[in-house]
């Protein structure tokens, strides 16, 4: 076997750091006549994380001040291996570990945490060709896939970003990026060996100078801090007796989680393209191509600098969660086959719960790299498909000044004379009087609505009918009394929500868990009850009955019930969340039109509102190696409902406010901006 030594420097500023093929300094091709070892010279360089005045620079972190370096856990090293590689891409003998104990360690410039210094020796087989690249990973959570070709590396992933018994050892690979602007550049992997870096002695290794291969690695995970401050009272309204009544609603967080994110990770940062269907493909974007899909018709100036070869690392990558042909758009689109984890209020709030931390917990935490691309943001629910805080909790309630016991259930439906949703309360059992005193039942509201619900009444005799159809009148003891039994509140069912007048047959109405509307309580209950859908008055029958013309079935009626009324927002016992978004580098890009927001003659940060018709690829997701610090600085606004508490938390997609002040950093880690959220 043929052995020979390389001596190689290390940092561990985590960044990835690749080479192509095409940059490699004339490997020898000819294949070795005998085993044998080599060794090489080995620089491991850590880069730190990226920084926070990115905002300043066009969305790219400067070397003064930008990067954090790594903390305890987050820069400990307890082994290397290295995978080497021929010209084209082949394994060049066994994949080699060394302990780098013993490695000469150092301090590497503003952008470079540490690094390690050793020599490495590679065996290398009969028949295989001269090592020409290499691949290095620190702290692998397995070996296993490390050896496949370079052309496959970019696919293999792991479940986890962080590994060891208490979740602090922290795996890195070569920092991949592109080190060239020009047209057709690809994404650089492995970093190149020239054959003067090849030794045949372990003592020529040592002794050579300014021969060592430099890989920068970075790590797997992205971290991320969060702050809180307690939520202002929500003042609003509810109706009693067709007068507005105050409404107090006080926030109380639980918990808070990272939402939609991958569920797994790659073993080195890809840079894939996605076919249409959103399938991974197995050719890199050249960096022009990824650029017109980051930074599209922008000019130079507006544009987002993604991509920093000099600091040797990339602010952007693919995470599995590019590559999926659909993102939800409600709970019920989430399943098994989803890319990204979306949590439920039990997930978080269950007791002995593991996923999660309270409020009060501020200490970083680590999450696998979470990107989206073109794809994800022309979906129907872009929201949706970003990594996301979500915070959860439980609202306290006042009427007119009197604190209600407990956490009731209420809706929000229709705005106030102050343009604020208008709370109503669940109703007595067999009754439409509201269970919260000094307000109203949403079934008396929806009541007192509909006006498509009559019954028929004969004029002439048993031998000779002679009907007419009065409208019930919620006013009229009786017909209160057949409604309020004939009516609930609920989420229509899925043959409710289809539209059978399209030409396809059906048009399905994608609804949250949490609208739900007006609807009949069984068929044994609309006995009398007839409905005009614009085409007469209908008796109501049983969905598997085959209704004349003057019938309706069950589900038909509740259609028009729906179509009428629409859809009440449902906080089941007081149950709520908020969703912030991750915003990244390209938020702060000089192009990004929604960054800044005025008011009168004040311009000023954008910490309420995204339009996600805006947004552009890089202006949220979390990137490995990267610190982010969320700050909620003010919360004033209203959560969004929960109406299950094993319903997946899928942000709403027509909703475009947030009202959260929060601030993002991404960190030597590269450190992101500082993300301020009002809420």
């Known amino acids: 076997m043929k052995k020979r030594f390389y001596y190689g420097a290390m940092a561990t500023g985590l960044v990835f750091t690749a080479c192509s093929s095409e940059a490699l300094n004339e490997p020898d091709n000819r294949p070795a006549e005998a085993?044998?070892?080599?060794?090489?010279?080995?620089?491991?360089?850590?880069?730190?994380?990226?920084?926070?005045?990115?905002?300043?620079?066009?969305?790219?972190?400067?070397?003064?001040?930008?990067?954090?370096?790594?903390?305890?856990?987050?820069?400990?090293?307890?082994?290397?291996?290295?995978?080497?590689?021929?010209?084209a891409g082949k394994q060049v003998g066994d994949i080699v570990q060394i302990n780098l104990d013993k490695a000469t360690t150092g301090v590497d410039g503003a952008t470079v945490e540490k690094y390690y210094e050793s020599v490495v020796p590679v065996s290398i087989r009969k028949?295989?060709?001269?090592?020409?690249?290499?691949?290095?990973?620190?702290?692998?959570?397995?070996?296993?896939?490390?050896?496949?070709?370079?052309?496959?590396?970019?696919?293999?992933?792991?479940?986890?970003?962080?590994?060891?018994?208490?979740?602090?050892?922290?795996?890195?690979?070569?920092?991949?990026?592109?080190?060239?602007?020009?047209?057709?550049?690809?994404?650089?992997?492995?970093?190149?060996?020239?054959?003067?870096?090849?030794?045949?002695?372990?003592?020529?290794?040592?002794?050579?100078?300014?021969?060592?291969?430099?890989?920068?690695?970075?790590?797997?995970?992205?971290?991320?801090?969060?702050?809180?401050?307690?939520?202002?009272a929500y003042e609003t309204h509810t109706m009693l007796n067709g007068e507005e009544v105050p409404v107090s609603l006080s926030f109380v967080a639980e918990k808070w989680a990272l939402n939609a994110e991958s569920k797994k990770t790659y073993v080195v940062k890809s840079f894939r393209k996605e076919s249409a269907e959103g399938i991974i493909?197995?050719?890199?974007?050249?960096?022009?191509?990824?650029?017109?899909?980051?930074?599209?018709?922008?000019?130079?100036?507006?544009?987002?600098?993604?991509?920093?070869?000099?600091?040797?690392?990339?602010?952007?990558?693919?995470?599995?969660?590019?590559?999926?042909?659909?993102?939800?758009?409600?709970?019920?689109?989430?399943?098994?086959?989803?890319?990204?984890?979306?949590?439920?209020?039990?997930?978080?709030?269950?007791?002995?719960?593991?996923?999660?931390?309270?409020?009060t917990d501020t200490d970083a935490k680590y999450f696998k790299e979470t990107t989206?691309?073109?794809?994800?943001?022309?979906?129907?629910?872009?929201?949706?498909?970003?990594?996301?805080?979500?915070?959860?909790?439980?609202?306290?309630?006042?009427?007119?000044?009197?604190?209600?016991?407990?956490?009731?259930?209420?809706?929000?439906?229709?705005?106030?004379?102050?343009?604020?949703?208008l709370v109503y309360f669940a109703a007595n059992d067999g009754t439409a009087d509201s269970?919260?005193?000094?307000?109203?039942?949403?079934?008396?509201?929806?009541?007192?609505?509909?006006?498509?619900?009559?019954?028929?009444?004969?004029?002439?005799?048993?031998?000779?009918?002679?009907?007419?159809?009065?409208?019930?009148?919620?006013?009229?003891?009786?017909?209160?009394?057949?409604?309020?039994?004939?009516?609930?509140?609920?989420?229509?069912?899925?043959a409710v929500l289809k539209n059978p007048t399209t030409t396809e047959g059906y048009d399905e109405i994608k609804l949250p868990a949490r609208q739900q509307t007006l609807q009949f309580n069984g068929i044994n209950n609309t006995t009398g009850i007839y409905i005009a859908n614009g085409n007469g008055y209908k008796e109501i029958v049983a969905d598997d009955a085959t209704p004349t013309g003057t019938q309706i079935t069950l589900t038909a009626a509740n259609r028009v019930l729906m179509q009428q009324v629409g859809f009440a927002n449902f906080y089941n016992t007081g149950m709520a969340y908020f969703n912030i978004p991750v915003k990244h580098y390209g938020w702060y890009r000089a192009g990004n039109t929604q960054k800044e927001i005025t008011e009168g003659e004040t311009t000023k940060p954008n910490t309420t509102?995204?339009?996600?018709?805006?947004?552009?690829?890089?202006?949220?997701?979390?990137?490995?190696?990267?610190?982010?610090?969320?700050?909620?600085?003010?919360?004033?606004?209203?959560?969004?409902?929960?109406?299950?508490?094993?319903?997946?938390?899928?942000?709403?997609?027509?909703?475009?406010?947030?009202?959260?002040?929060?601030?993002v950093r991404i960190l030597k880690w590269a450190v992101v901006p500082v993300q301020n959220v009002d809420l």
């Not at 592109?178 to 090849?198: F, H, M, R, W």
């Not at 629910?381 to 439980?394: C, E, H, R, T």
């Not at 005799?461 to 609930?488: Q, S």
Request: net charge negative; charged share 25%; proline share 5%.
């Open 35 to 87: 085993d044998q070892t080599l060794y090489v010279k080995m620089a491991i360089h850590g880069d730190d994380l990226n920084g926070t005045r990115a905002g300043d620079t066009n969305g790219a972190p400067d070397a003064e001040g930008d990067f954090e370096a790594g903390v305890g856990a987050e820069s400990e090293i307890k082994n290397a291996y290295f995978v080497f590689y021929d010209a």
């Open 127 to 232: 028949g295989e060709l001269d090592p020409a690249q290499v691949v290095c990973y620190i702290n692998p959570i397995s070996p296993a896939e490390l050896q496949n070709p370079l052309s496959e590396i970019e696919t293999v992933t792991r479940e986890m970003a962080v590994s060891g018994s208490d979740n602090k050892l922290f795996p890195m690979s070569n920092s991949v990026y592109y080190t060239s602007t020009e047209n057709g550049t690809k994404p650089q992997i492995a970093v190149p060996v020239a054959t003067d870096q090849l030794f045949d002695t372990e003592k020529e290794a040592l002794e050579a100078t300014n021969k060592a291969i430099d890989v920068y690695v970075e790590r797997y995970a992205s971290k991320l801090k969060f702050t809180s401050k307690d939520a202002e």
């Open 281 to 359: 493909l197995p050719d890199d974007y050249t960096y022009n191509d990824l650029n017109t899909a980051i930074n599209g018709t922008l000019s130079t100036a507006d544009s987002w600098v993604w991509n920093n070869a000099d600091y040797h690392r990339s602010y952007w990558g693919m995470s599995p969660a590019y590559f999926t042909a659909t993102y939800p758009e409600v709970a019920g689109d989430v399943n098994d086959n989803s890319l990204q984890t979306y949590y439920t209020y039990n997930d978080l709030t269950k007791e002995n719960s593991k996923v999660g931390y309270p409020t």
């Open 372 to 421: 989206v691309g073109l794809k994800a943001l022309d979906s129907k629910n872009p929201a949706a498909a970003m990594p996301s805080v979500i915070l959860v909790g439980k609202y306290k309630l006042s009427v007119n000044g009197t604190e209600v016991e407990g956490n009731p259930d209420f809706y929000t439906y229709l705005k106030g004379s102050d343009g604020k949703p």
């Open 435 to 494: 269970k919260v005193a000094g307000g109203e039942s949403m079934l008396k509201r929806f009541i007192n609505q509909v006006t498509v619900l009559y019954k028929r009444v004969n004029d002439g005799t048993e031998e000779a009918p002679k009907y007419r159809y009065v409208r019930l009148n919620p006013t009229v003891a009786a017909d209160l009394a057949m409604m309020v039994g004939a009516l609930k509140i609920d989420r229509p069912t899925e």
């Open 609 to 663: 509102t995204i339009d996600w018709g805006k947004v552009r690829v890089g202006d949220f997701g979390m990137v490995r190696n990267h610190s982010y610090s969320i700050n909620i600085s003010s919360i004033t606004g209203l959560a969004t409902g929960i109406a299950g508490v094993d319903d997946p938390i899928v942000p709403p997609a027509e909703t475009k406010d947030y009202y959260v002040a929060y601030k």
